[in-house]
C-alpha cells in the first residue's frame, strides 16, 4: 500500500430537516389543533483513530464527505427522521488542522478516540410547539439549521519512541533491520528509504520500544533538497533522536579529513533540524556511529576521540556496526532504559498533577 502522510479533505455536516405547520382533521374531531411534527437532525461527521491504519490514503482521492440532511416532519405529530452519522476513521498518530488557519484543531493519538468534526443542523420545529391559549391554531413552523462544513488538512505523524536521523546511506534502514522485526529495502545508493519505517524493538520479554527510520537528509532539505524535511514531522512525538553516521566516509583520505567530513556532515543534520522545528534540538540526541566493520579498533578509537574534540560533544556517543550486529545490544538496552526512564517521568508527573487537582477539588468544597 502506498504510505500517504498528508491530505486535505472536505466535510459537510447534514442539514437538519423543516418543521411543518399542519392541523388535525379527522372526523368527529373538531378544531383537531396543530399536529405538525419536527424535522430530524443532520448528518453529524465524527474522527476515530484506528491502530490497525498506517496511512491516509483513503483521504487523498476521497476529499469530499457529505452526511444527508435530516428528513421533514409531517403531520399527526410525526417527526421526520434523523440522517445516520458519518464516521472517518484514521491511523492513530493524525493531526488534524484547519486548512485556512492552520490551526491545530483535534490530536488522534490514542486508538478509538473519538472526536466531533462537524456538527449536523437540528431539526425545524413543527407548529405543535407554538400552541398555546391564545394562539390554537399556529401557523409558524422554523426551518432546519444548516450543517457545519470546514475544510480540513490531516498530517499523519507517526508514533514512535526513538527516531534515527542522518544523510542517505549512513545506514539506518540496515540498523532497523537488525534490531527490529522491520524489513526496509537495503541498497547501496541514495535514498532507498522513500517513507517512513517503523520496527518494534523487543529487548527481553516484557520490554520493548518503536524505532522509526525516515528519509535521509541533505544540505538544503529545509529548501526542498532531496526528499525535503516533508518527513521531519514523523520525529515530532518522538522521546529520543538516534544521529547516525557514516564513520567511514568514502573519500578523505587522511584521518584529518574524515573527521573534518564527519563533523560538517553532523553539522549538516543539526541545520536542517534547526530550519524545521527548533523545538527538536531539546530532544535527546545520542550519536550512533556507524560501520565500524569497516575499520580497526585504533582507528576507530582515534576518529571518536577526533570527532568529540572537533563537535565539543559531551553526549552519549555508541559505536556500532548494523550490518555486524557489533555494539547492537549495549544500544539496544540503553535506549530501553532511557525510554523507561522517561515514561517513569510522565507518569510521576500526571499522577502529580493529579493530585494537585483533586486537592485543590476538595478545598473549594470545604469552602
Request: charged share 25%; hydrophobic share 40%.
Amino acid at each position: 500500500m502506498k504510505f500517504i502522510d498528508e491530505a486535505v479533505i472536505e466535510i459537510h455536516a447534514g442539514k437538519g430537516g423543516n418543521g411543518v405547520a399542519a392541523f388535525r382533521r379527522e372526523k368527529f374531531i373538531p378544531k383537531g389543533g396543530p399536529s405538525g411534527g419536527d424535522g430530524g437532525r443532520g448528518g453529524s461527521i465524527f474522527g476515530v483513530a484506528d491502530r490497525n491504519i498506517n496511512t491516509l490514503i483513503d483521504y487523498r482521492y476521497a476529499r469530499l464527505h457529505r452526511a444527508r440532511n435530516g428528513e421533514q416532519g409531517q403531520g399527526s405529530d410525526r417527526y421526520g427522521a434523523g440522517a445516520p452519522d458519518i464516521v472517518l476513521r484514521m491511523p492513530v498518530g493524525t493531526s488534524i488542522l484547519d486548512a485556512e488557519t492552520n490551526e491545530l484543531l483535534w490530536d488522534l493519538d490514542q486508538h478509538d478516540q473519538r472526536i466531533l468534526l462537524a456538527k449536523g443542523g437540528q431539526g425545524g420545529l413543527g407548529n405543535l410547539h407554538f400552541k398555546s391559549s391564545i394562539n390554537r391554531a399556529p401557523r409558524q413552523c422554523t426551518p432546519g439549521e444548516l450543517g457545519q462544513v470546514r475544510r480540513l488538512r490531516l498530517e499523519l505523524k507517526v508514533l514512535a519512541d526513538v527516531g534515527l536521523l542522518g544523510l542517505p546511506n549512513a545506514g539506518k534502514s540496515t540498523l532497523v533491520a537488525a534490531a527490529s522485526n522491520a524489513r526496509p529495502k537495503i541498497a547501496d545508493y541514495p535514498f532507498t528509504t522513500l517513507h517512513p519505517q517503523l520496527g518494534l524493538v523487543r529487548t527481553d520479554e516484557a520490554r520493548s520500544f518503536v524505532m522509526a527510520d525516515i528519509p535521509g537528509l541533505i544540505a538544503g532539505a529545509a529548501q526542498g533538497a532531496g526528499l525535503g524535511h516533508q518527513f521531519l514531522r514523523h520525529l515530532q512525538r518522538t522521546r529520543l533522536l538516534l544521529h547516525l553516521v557514516d564513520l567511514a566516509p568514502t573519500g578523505p583520505e587522511s584521518v584529518e579529513e574524515a573527521v573534518a567530513q564527519l563533523a560538517s556532515d553532523i553539522r549538516t543534520i543539526v541545520s536542517e533540524l534547526s530550519a524545521y522545528d527548533r523545538g527538536m534540538l531539546k530532544k535527546p540526541r545520542w550519536l550512533v556511529l556507524n560501520k565500524t566493520d569497516m575499520l580497526s579498533d585504533s582507528e576507530r578509537a582515534d576518529r571518536l576521540r577526533q570527532l568529540q574534540k572537533a563537535l565539543r560533544w559531551k553526549g552519549q556517543t555508541f559505536m556500532v556496526s548494523a550490518l555486524t550486529r557489533e555494539g547492537l545490544q549495549p544500544l539496544l538496552y540503553a535506549i530501553q532504559d532511557e525510554v523507561d526512564r522517561q515514561a517513569r517521568d510522565i507518569q510521576s508527573a500526571l499522577s502529580e498533577k493529579a493530585a494537585l487537582e483533586a486537592q485543590a477539588g476538595s478545598q473549594g468544597e470545604a469552602v
